[in-house]
């Protein structure tokens, strides 16, 4: 559609979407192709492929944020980096204005949602599954 979403399931091009040349992927993570967001709405996301590994030991997940002009949103698995949206991919787009990165407080949510929007099928044998989180 004309506001640069591209086709379920396809990268969208830095051409049709501007905001997606300026972001920053891990070595293990890669831009999701399964949801850029729903009806007149975008979403930036990026999965972080795993090993069996990660299921058997404790690890960290962080989140840091920098606001101003040069700020950033990152996420880091283990000290890693696994996704940056910088505050340029935040500029001026068609009739959208720049926005910022947040200067308020925010808030953390963790969950263990499931769908086949945000990742691939998931085995059902796999459940009943736990999420436990030692500080935040």
Not at 22 to 39: C, D, E, I, T, V
Not at 73 to 84: C, Q, S, T
């Amino acid at each position: 559609p004309g506001w640069g979403r591209p086709e379920e399931h396809r990268t969208p091009s830095a051409s049709s979407a501007p905001w997606y040349r300026s972001l920053s992927y891990g070595p293990s993570a890669m831009p999701n192709p399964n949801f850029y967001g729903m009806g007149t709405y975008d979403s930036l996301s990026a999965e972080q492929l795993i090993n069996d590994t990660a299921y058997d030991r404790p690890f960290r997940l962080a989140f840091e944020y920098e606001t101003g002009d040069e700020g950033y949103m990152r996420w880091l698995w283990d000290g890693e980096m696994v996704f940056e949206v910088p505050a340029v991919a935040l500029g001026a787009y068609g009739s959208t204005p720049s926005r910022l990165i947040p200067e308020e407080p925010m808030y953390l949510i963790l969950g263990t949602s499931v769908s086949r929007v945000w990742s691939h099928v998931i085995d059902p044998a796999s459940f009943p599954a736990h999420l436990r989180v030692d500080f935040v």
